[in-house]
């Protein structure tokens, strides 16, 4: 028998990147006031002079949580904010922090990116691919993990005129790209016909996903467009899961 999405959810850990993201903003608000989940663990890196808890704190006095507020008003105490890096190794984690997630969570969805079409191939390297690597080797230690999101892009092979639901191959392993930045070689001409560095990077992600040795329960999400519209979150008809 299947379980439905709240049953799926009912008691259990969830851990989330990008949190102070849109998508990660809905996500949250979402899985607290729909589904009885027993915590929600953020990271949250210290960015501008202020700490991971101020920031979270800000995050969660925004307007995608007033209506979380009126019917859920103690909902923060089911969120646990951990201080981290998803560009550190360890995603730099304390060690305290470190073996409660490997104990306890249930389920991740890494919704972090950087979304700058602009951004150098390096810096979107380091968020993108290697930030997501680092998610998976912490999944991979996981004790009790039944599912993994990974949330990329429909655009991410946009040089193809049909992107269906499945992988398709890339220019550049993501191994073979960190060397490139290592041994300081010329990174140019390496994103071919992507338009930009995050769809690049993104694709490159995907790959990498797809040839992890841990062969973990891991699903892509490729969205589209996300939007608001008269206090709806939509996504366009197109988006796209694999499962792997």
């Not at 193809?160 to 990174?187: G, H, Q, W």
């Given at each position: 028998?299947?379980?439905?999405?709240?049953?799926?959810?009912?008691?259990?850990?969830?851990?989330?990147?990008?949190?102070?993201?849109?998508?990660?903003?809905?996500?949250?608000?979402?899985?607290?006031?729909?589904?009885?989940?027993?915590?929600?663990?953020?990271?949250?890196?210290?960015?501008?002079?202020?700490?991971?808890?101020?920031?979270?704190?800000?995050?969660?006095?925004q307007a995608v949580f007033d209506r979380l507020?009126?019917?859920?008003?103690?909902?923060?105490?089911k969120i646990k904010?951990?201080?981290?890096?998803?560009?550190?190794?360890?995603?730099g984690l304390s060690s305290d922090d470190r073996d409660w997630l490997i104990e306890n969570v249930n389920f991740i969805f890494h919704c972090a990116a950087t979304v700058r079409f602009n951004e150098t191939l390096q810096k979107a390297t380091k968020i993108n691919i290697l930030g997501t690597n680092n998610v998976l080797d912490?999944?991979?230690?996981?004790?009790?993990?039944?599912?993994?999101?990974?949330?990329?892009?429909?655009?991410?092979?946009?040089?193809?005129?049909?992107?269906r639901e499945e992988f398709y191959p890339v220019p550049i392993t993501a191994k073979e790209l960190t060397n490139m930045f290592i041994?300081?070689?010329?990174?140019?001409?390496?994103?071919?016909?992507w338009p930009n560095t995050y769809t690049f990077t993104k694709a490159i992600a995907e790959n990498m996903i797809?040839?992890?040795?841990?062969?973990?329960?891991?699903?892509?999400?490729r969205p589209s467009i996300i939007g608001h519209h008269h206090g709806c979150v939509k996504?366009?008809?197109?988006?796209?899961l694999i499962i792997v």
């Amino acid at each position: 028998m299947e379980l439905s999405i709240t049953d799926t959810f009912k008691d259990g850990v969830v851990f989330i990147t990008g949190i102070t993201g849109f998508l990660g903003k809905i996500l949250v608000e979402k899985l607290l006031r729909s589904c009885d989940v027993k915590t929600i663990a953020v990271i949250v890196r210290c960015k501008k002079g202020l700490t991971a808890s101020q920031r979270a704190a800000d995050t969660f006095k925004q307007a995608v949580f007033d209506r979380l507020r009126i019917e859920k008003p103690d909902f923060v105490t089911k969120i646990k904010i951990i201080d981290g890096d998803l560009e550190q190794p360890s995603l730099g984690l304390s060690s305290d922090d470190r073996d409660w997630l490997i104990e306890n969570v249930n389920f991740i969805f890494h919704c972090a990116a950087t979304v700058r079409f602009n951004e150098t191939l390096q810096k979107a390297t380091k968020i993108n691919i290697l930030g997501t690597n680092n998610v998976l080797d912490l999944a991979s230690m996981m004790k009790n993990l039944k599912g993994v999101v990974h949330v990329s892009t429909a655009y991410s092979h946009c040089p193809r005129d049909v992107i269906r639901e499945e992988f398709y191959p890339v220019p550049i392993t993501a191994k073979e790209l960190t060397n490139m930045f290592i041994d300081e070689i010329s990174c140019a001409n390496i994103l071919e016909n992507w338009p930009n560095t995050y769809t690049f990077t993104k694709a490159i992600a995907e790959n990498m996903i797809l040839n992890n040795d841990n062969q973990l329960p891991i699903s892509i999400f490729r969205p589209s467009i996300i939007g608001h519209h008269h206090g709806c979150v939509k996504f366009s008809f197109n988006d796209i899961l694999i499962i792997v």
